[in-house]
């Protein structure tokens, strides 16, 4: 018996790639141009709402850029040393996006609480039509976007999400803008700040908690491992489910390792053929290597996760280890193999 891998690849970078590269490009020529326009608008009109919106769009920018030299790194074929190719650069870039809004909330926060006390003078009608303009442009940029893989692409959502953040920072403007031409309500500049800064931040922890989990080799959260476990074992001559791992490499690529106890009596490849097809199934896993073992498979101590049916702790013998576990993936975008 011993370790069988089977794996087909339609991890979802293929398809819509070209289209986010794409959206990316055209959303961060729109968000630069108006950029430069609000920080313009923001310095002449003394406006904390627009400089803050305008700082966020700043963010967005950078966010774009860095968005798309991932996509550059990811497409790059794997390597000895990098067997996984360089699919986490995405993660890494959308980790540096979240913790970018974090700053930049931050900022806001320190500035309009120095502002609550005796807010300056605004010029109010300049500021909404700046902030008017900025809105249309990240409407353009959002609109852009959702032509993308945003739903499941973590980089691409943290990108969508700078921009949506920022349109809400543009809205605010407008309302703050307002409330001051109309009724002299120049606290109103800061309060929208501060509002438009929980916004964002809200919006920053949830890219950044993601990234972080996948950094972790955390299980995705669309993925109950122990729902996976107890499906495995299900699978006739299936006697315990151990071992069992799934991480995501990047957005859209999950994978899973496991190893399968069966009978003794019972040939391997139609158990992990009905485990693999389970797998790709019920859970979108495509990527699987699986070990079908009977009783003449001995380990050693190993600490890990272990299935459902079993409680016992051990640890894999490096030397066995390696002799199976060894294999090299090659990444064949679109294709099955």
């Not at 919106?53 to 790059?76: E, I, K, Q």
């Not at 794997?78 to 700053?103: C, D, H, M, Q």
């Not at 309009?112 to 605004?122: D, G, H, I, K, T």
């Not at 097809?277 to 073992?293: C, D, P, R, V, W």
């Amino acid at each position: 018996m011993g370790l069988h891998h089977g794996h087909s690849h339609d991890h979802g970078h293929s398809h819509g790639k070209g289209a986010n590269k794409k959206a990316l490009l055209i959303s961060l020529v729109i968000i630069t141009a108006f950029l430069i326009v609000e920080v313009i608008g923001g310095f002449l009109t003394n406006s904390l709402a627009l400089l803050s919106d305008a700082g966020h769009m700043l963010s967005d920018a950078s966010a774009l850029f860095l968005s798309l030299v991932a996509m550059y790194f990811a497409a790059r074929p794997p390597s000895p040393t990098k067997t996984y190719g360089f699919y986490r650069t995405e993660i890494l870039v959308a980790l540096l996006n979240g913790i970018t809004l974090v700053v930049i909330s931050i900022f806001i926060f320190w500035e309009a609480y120095q502002r609550l006390s005796a807010p300056p003078e605004v010029a109010s009608l300049s500021m909404m039509g700046i902030a008017f303009i900025g809105l249309l442009a990240n409407i353009a940029a959002a609109f852009v976007l959702m032509r993308g893989d945003y739903k499941n692409n973590l980089n691409m959502r943290s990108a969508f999400l700078h921009v949506l953040g920022d349109m809400l920072g543009s809205v605010g403007a407008i309302v703050a803008g307002f409330l001051m031409w109309k009724f002299g309500w120049y606290i109103a500049d800061p309060i929208i700040s501060i509002i438009v800064g929980i916004l964002i931040m809200s919006s920053a922890w949830r890219v950044t908690k993601e990234s972080v989990n996948v950094l972790m080799e955390g299980s995705p959260s669309n993925i109950d491992t122990q729902r996976v476990s107890e499906a495995l074992a299900t699978i006739p001559g299936v006697t315990s489910v151990h071992d069992l791992h799934v991480w995501t490499v990047t957005s859209g690529f999950d994978s899973l390792t496991a190893h399968i106890h069966v009978k003794d009596d019972l040939p391997s490849y139609p158990v992990l053929q009905e485990a693999l097809h389970m797998l790709k199934e019920n859970f979108g896993i495509t990527h699987a290597t699986i070990q079908i073992e009977n009783s003449s498979i001995l380990h050693g101590e190993m600490m890990c996760q272990v299935g459902p049916s079993h409680e016992h702790e051990h640890e894999h013998d490096d030397h066995h280890h390696g002799d199976h576990m060894k294999h090299q993936h090659k990444r064949h975008d679109g294709h099955v193999h």
